[in-house]
């Protein structure tokens, strides 16, 4: 009998001839003893894929089943166990703590290893599922009684005698309908559900033991629970198996895990700063915004100051707009039913939408969205090609139906503003209309003081064809001109095949903050389903008629959202230029109110944002009040300052640096507001 031998591809491009059936792990240790023990799992590609086609979407906070079972798209690369035999040539790449995709593996480790110690103490209880998340991980459990505080810290120690124990992860293997039976013998329902749900019928499921315990697992894992180095359990929440209040209730425990107690004790030091940042509090205590009970969860009321820095934000954003060529609009917060029904909104958005109010005329929705709106101002008079690309921006204020209970601050709300656009354009413009977006977008995120992002191109499934409108042909161009727009810019992205929506294509943005967190901001999306529903045309220059192109974009996203992001980034000391207050004055005595009503008036003159504290405070109490605001510049003025016609500057950050005739602070102050600098 003659062992087929297979070709495995390191990274170094060195070609490794083994016998079928080699491990990952011999190969490591054929490399080095060092490498081998590092190692956590192996990522391999097919010799025909490419490396940027990257498995999945990564795991968000709440990772859906399907992503967690779902078998990968064969082309892409995929993570495997260190003793995984390989079959077929290869690409090869050990992965070790560095890697992130790492740490996601010994996090669902970490859940398998909370499992093990809940059945341990707890051998009534029956398993959902456990994955990784960006935070950490979960695991559902149904148990009749519920957890107490003492039993987390119990399964906690629990955990820690399992990791002691050091057991392998071994990956088996049972043909799918002996794993259902046994399921169902135990009662397993949720196992049940997911083997399913998951896999074909005739197919053999996968296992993960360590130990007594077993788990249906997709896998990959860490080779051993000794591996589980640093962890800690969070919390405890409950819900419905299945999200569904007629199910029994599950119980969530949540947890995180960590390559090492360093990299655990920064995470919780990180989230005591987000706590301190919290845009909610910061809020409140720089009156920026509120929320009214009176008037309803998920409104937004802009006081003064916060105002202030959206007038700044919305005044840059339209200049912004006109320099770039579009047009501004503005559209009605509220129209006929008839319109959303010609737009489909009145079919598959009517769950996010407030419901009709009845007019004497006939019945009104709020708009979820801009787009049909502008829609209607492109299409009140004919165009031709000559009239495109169309280019429509409003700062349009949008309402969608969030359930009570699941609003957050600034951060999800029921009304909110977008800075809305749509191009509408010709099928030869659309790359150049895409390079300008993303262009656009990077100038936010820079001016606003982002200096990292990342970029996520969501195509759609070709073998699902009856999901999406549009034609092939509108696919190919689409998804063609976001990758040629993105490599010319010469964006690094990751493309998540699948997550496109049924109606285009898009592009993602996600900002990075200060302290290392995503958001989801801006994004450019194709649009293939409302120019057909609405029959948009333009005349092109062979005369004919032709559907336009149509692509939505925000930047900002959400004016709202974007603002507790800024907020949270800064830790509400925003740049000078958005400050709402840029320069505090405190005169030392009444004697000097005069002179600090000069000094106002002519900082307002040069166009700075200037308040006046001349309560009959101690210079001291005023002083440290302006500082509480997190004010940019605090100047003091006394009997010196006032016959030498000067100010005392207090800067933020940096305190007191002297005095400086007025004409020189205000010529300073303006060089730093008029170049939007992030250094103050
Ligand atoms: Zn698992
Ligand atoms: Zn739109």
Same mark, same amino acid.
């Given at each position: ?12 491009g ?49 990772p ?18 260190l ?12 992965? *070790?703590?560095? #890697? ?59 955990? @820690? ?6 057991? /392998? ?7 799918r ?23 074909e019928?005739?197919?053999?499921? !996968? ?6 315990? $077993? ?6 894992? $860490? ?15 409950g ?15 949540y ?18 700063e ?9 809020? +409140? ?16 009321? %802009?006081?003064?100051?916060?105002a ?7 005044? %840059? ?22 319109? %959303? ?18 007019l ?6 709020? +708009? ?7 829609i ?7 165009? !031709? ?31 909110? *503003? ?6 509408f ?13 993303? #262009? ?16 996520e191109?969501?195509? %759609? ?9 549009g ?8 998804e063609?001109?976001? @990758?040629?727009?993105?490599?010319? /810019? ?13 109606y ?17 901001l !801006? ?17 092109g ?66 166009g ?10 101690k ?26 016609? *000067?100010?005392? $500057?207090? *800067? @933020?950050? +940096?305190?007191?640096?002297? !005095? ?17 600098s992030?250094?103050?």
């Amino acid at each position: 009998m003659s062992t087929q031998t297979i070709a495995v591809h390191l990274p170094d491009g060195a070609i490794r001839n083994v016998p079928a059936g080699t491990t990952p792990l011999e190969i490591a240790n054929s490399i080095s003893p060092r490498l081998a023990a590092a190692a956590v799992v192996a990522r391999l590609t097919p010799l025909s894929g490419t490396k940027k086609q990257d498995a999945g979407g990564g795991a968000a906070e709440q990772p859906s089943e399907a992503a967690m079972y779902a078998t990968q798209d064969g082309n892409a690369a995929r993570l495997v166990d260190l003793t995984a035999p390989l079959t077929a040539d290869t690409r090869l790449e050990l992965i *070790t703590e560095k #890697d992130p995709e790492a740490l996601m593996v010994v996090r669902h480790s970490a859940a398998h290893v909370l499992a093990t110690a809940v059945l341990e103490l707890f051998p009534e209880t029956k398993l959902g599922h456990g994955p990784a998340t960006d935070a950490g991980f979960f695991y559902d459990f149904y148990r009749e009684t519920p957890f107490t505080p003492e039993d987390l810290a119990a399964i906690e120690a629990k955990m @820690r005698e399992v990791v002691a124990r050091d057991e /392998k992860f071994v990956r088996e293997h049972e043909p799918r309908e002996q794993a259902l039976a046994e399921f169902d013998r135990d009662g397993d329902f949720m196992k049940t559900h997911f083997v399913t749900k998951f896999t074909e019928p005739g197919a053999e499921v !996968s296992f993960y033991r360590n130990g007594k315990f $077993v788990d249906f697992c997709r896998g990959p894992h $860490v080779p051993s629970t000794g591996r589980v180095k640093a962890f800690k359990v969070l919390s405890l929440a409950g819900a419905y198996w299945l999200g569904d209040e007629k199910n029994p209730q599950l119980q969530r425990i949540y947890g995180t895990a960590f390559f090492s107690q360093k990299a655990l004790d920064e995470h919780f030091a990180r989230l005591e700063e987000a706590a301190k940042r919290d845009h909610r509090l910061l809020g +409140k205590q720089l009156d920026l915004f509120s929320i009214q009970e009176l008037a309803g969860a998920g409104l937004i009321f %802009w006081h003064p100051r916060g105002a202030m820095i959206r007038k700044v934000m919305e005044d %840059w954003m339209r200049e912004e707009c006109l320099r770039r060529g579009y047009l501004l609009v503005y559209t009605p917060h509220v129209a006929r039913v008839n319109l %959303w029904q010609t737009s489909g909104h009145e079919g598959f958005y009517a769950q996010n939408m407030f419901t009709p109010m009845e007019l004497d005329d006939a019945n009104y929705r709020m +708009k979820p969205m801009n787009c049909p709106f502008h829609i209607l101002i492109y299409k009140n008079s004919p165009k !031709s090609y000559r009239d495109l690309p169309a280019r429509y921006a409003e700062l349009g204020n949008v309402y969608r139906y969030e359930r009570s209970g699941t609003m957050h601050g600034l951060l999800r709300v029921r009304g909110f *503003t977008q800075d809305d656009a749509h191009i509408f354009c010709t099928p030869g413009q659309i790359e150049d209309e895409v390079v300008a977006c993303i #262009d656009f977008a990077e100038a936010v995120l820079k001016t606003f003081g982002f200096n990292e992002f990342k970029v996520e191109l969501s195509t %759609w499934d070709p073998n699902d064809r009856a999901h999406y409108a549009g034609s092939d042909e509108n696919w190919a161009l689409a998804e063609r001109s976001l @990758r040629t727009a993105l490599e010319r /810019k010469g964006i690094e992205y990751k493309t998540i095949p699948g997550e496109a929506a049924f109606y285009g294509p898009k592009i993602d943005i996600k900002l990075v903050d200060v302290l290392g967190r995503l958001w989801q901001l !801006s994004t450019v999306q194709f649009d293939f389903n409302l120019p057909a529903r609405f029959e948009l045309e333009y005349v092109g220059e062979d005369g004919e008629r032709h559907q336009p192109v149509m692509v939505h974009r925000a930047l900002f996203g959400s004016v709202e959202r974007f603002f507790g992001v800024l907020i949270e980034h800064y830790a509400g000391a925003f740049p000078l230029w958005l400050a709402p207050v840029q320069a505090g004055l405190v005169p030392i005595s009444e004697r000097h109110h005069a002179y600090a009503k000069k000094v106002e008036a002519e900082l307002k003159a040069a166009g700075l944002r200037v308040e006046i504290d001349d309560r009959n405070e101690k210079m001291n109490g005023k002083i440290r009040d302006f500082a509480n605001q997190k004010t940019p510049y605090i100047l003091v003025f006394g009997d010196k300052e006032e016959a030498a016609g *000067t100010v005392s $500057v207090r *800067t @933020r950050g +940096k305190g007191d640096q002297g !005095s400086m005739p007025l004409a020189e602070f205000i010529a300073k102050a303006k060089a730093l507001i008029g170049s939007q600098s992030t250094e103050l």
